[in-house]
């Protein structure tokens, strides 16, 4: 009793007392006991989480990152039971072996729409593979060049209003070619004109559809960082705002869901023609599982909804850098448009995709933009399985988190000389040997089982829109965009510092 009340009556102290014990037997642990500390790091870093926290608050993880390689080398303890390396041999025995699963970062990130995954959240690859398989096919180079005509019809809508425009005010590059995305993938995936570029030529500033995209980093940040009870409760603030910051997730759920009930309506009626090319929605209704159940809806649903979080922001992020250093290094604009005029005789025919393909300072143009402003530049943490693995000299240990980032790949010094430096002529003088290095270290889409499945979609309609515009426009840099308004921050995708690419594109002359 007497022990009792001297405890409640000093309970400030004992908490605290308690809790000192607990962070410093934790922290003596994670430095001196833990099977990971012989990897080298910081110490602070190694007994919390609360360093690299703060770094992806301040959208700044791939540089942290990236200075620990500097500093430590290949390999190094970001977190206390996080692991990261840089080194390329390395990627196919993490990315290539469908033993070590996605972390659960994917969760909390990548949003869940009725509590359904979708690829891109799926952690097991035993429940990633049928979904896989579903959607695969529509993204195969020769499947997505059936969809030229809609990537054309979209591409050359963007000039007309580009057009009006004159080069007469700066345009946030960043919003034109979102719009101009969700125009596509609403089309390629439902035969739908989403009227994005309708409404940009009609003066709108903000579609509802390309809004809850724009919103998507920053509300995925948040949602990774703030816990599920308290994030319910920011929910309840009245403010207009942040309330469609946060329903952003629901407001594309809604509009995905009418468009999967339009395509089964549809199908059901007998209105579908036998056709070649074939929508993704139509696709995925369609197909059967290995138990040869159809998907559920709310699984389509959430698919269609991770397409469209992946392919919009990624593509015109990477569209706007590559403008950008186009507007800044007239040398580099010049030869890519000499190459173009040479395959492109009138400014509105757009040549076939295999014309595209083979014009080779275009697809270095690309490359070193993928390179320099990877869309996704960050960290794809993976699990280390039961068997734990030895990588670089380290052993690692079960259910620890090992991962690269690309921001680091694509910088490494020995491939790539002078590493920030954007040079597209690096992929078109290097030697054979050289190339086979610099492609091993390049990974913007991922690697692996998981590689983005959007890789030869985003390819195609990069090669469209920049040959489109070197064609017919000049690009200039306001004095509002600069290094530093262009900076890379991240947030699981890249975007400038700024939030804006303003360029002044004026309609050519000669
Ligand atoms: C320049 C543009 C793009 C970049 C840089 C990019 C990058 C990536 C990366 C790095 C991943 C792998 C993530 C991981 O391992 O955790 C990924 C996955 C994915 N991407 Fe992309 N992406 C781009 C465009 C697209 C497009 C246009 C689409 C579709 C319309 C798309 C759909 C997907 C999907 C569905 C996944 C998940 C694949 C799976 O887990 O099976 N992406 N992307």
Not at 14 to 26: K, P
Not at 161 to 166: A, C, D, H, Q, R
Request: hydrophobic share 40%.
């Amino acid at each position: 009793m007497v022990i009792l009340s001297f405890v409640f009556s000093n309970l400030w102290v004992f908490s605290g007392t308690a809790l000192a014990l607990y962070f410093g037997a934790s922290a003596y642990y994670q430095l001196f006991l833990s099977p990971l500390r012989h990897i080298p790091g910081p110490w602070y870093a190694a007994v919390s989480e609360l360093w690299i926290i703060t770094h992806v608050l301040r959208f700044r993880q791939c540089r942290a990152v990236q200075e620990l390689f500097e500093k430590y080398g290949p390999i190094v303890r970001y977190a206390p039971n996080k692991v990261a390396y840089c080194d390329a041999v390395s990627n196919g025995r993490i990315y290539m072996n469908t033993r070590f699963e996605k972390s659960q970062f994917y969760k909390s990130l990548l949003w869940r729409v009725n509590e359904s995954d979708h690829a891109m959240t799926s952690l097991p690859h035993a429940e990633h593979a049928p979904r896989r398989r579903a959607f695969a096919p529509h993204y195969t180079p020769s499947n997505i060049a059936l969809f030229q005509p809609d990537i054309h019809k979209s591409v050359l809508e963007l000039v007309e209003i580009l057009e009006v425009v004159n080069g007469e005010k700066p345009i946030n590059c960043l919003h034109y070619f979102r719009e101009m995305l969700v125009d596509i993938i609403c089309s390629t995936s439902f035969s739908y004109n989403s009227g994005a570029l309708q409404a940009r030529a009609a003066g709108v500033e903000y579609h509802p559809l390309v809004h809850a995209i724009d919103d998507f980093p920053i509300r995925g940040i948040l949602r990774a960082v703030v816990p599920k009870s308290m994030w319910e409760l920011l929910g309840e603030i009245p403010h207009q705002r942040w309330k469609l910051l946060y329903d952003s997730d629901a407001i594309l759920a809604k509009f995905v869901g009418a468009r999967v009930k339009h395509m089964r309506a549809q199908m059901q009626d007998g209105k579908l023609q036998e056709v070649e090319k074939v929508p993704l929605v139509q696709r995925l209704l369609e197909y059967r599982l290995p138990s040869g159940e159809p998907m559920e809806e709310k699984n389509i649903i959430a698919e269609h909804l991770g397409h469209f979080i992946a392919g919009v922001d990624t593509t015109a992020t990477t569209i706007s850098y590559a403008l950008w250093e186009l507007s800044r290094r007239p040398d580099i604009a010049r030869r890519l448009r000499a190459e173009v005029d040479s395959a492109m005789h009138d400014p509105k025919t757009i040549p076939d995709i295999s014309v595209l393909n083979s014009l080779s300072f275009l697809t270095a143009v690309i490359k070193e933009t993928l390179r320099v402003y990877g869309a996704v530049p960050s960290l794809l943490e993976r699990v280390v399985p039961s068997e734990g693995i030895d990588l670089l000299g380290c052993n690692i240990p079960s259910g620890t988190v090992i991962t690269t980032q690309s921001w680091s790949l694509h910088r490494k010094v020995d491939v790539f000389p002078s590493p920030n430096t954007y040079l597209p002529d690096r992929w078109v003088d290097a030697d054979p040997d050289n190339l086979r290095e610099m492609e091993a270290h390049m990974m913007p889409f991922g690697i692996g089982q998981r590689v983005c499945v959007g890789q030869h979609f985003a390819y195609q309609s990069l090669r469209i829109v920049l040959a489109v515009i070197a064609r017919n426009f000049d690009i200039y840099v306001p004095p509002e965009t600069s290094d530093r308004s262009m900076e890379v921050r991240d947030a699981f995708v890249a975007f400038p510092a700024s939030g804006c690419c303003c360029l002044v594109l004026t309609p050519r002359k000669s």
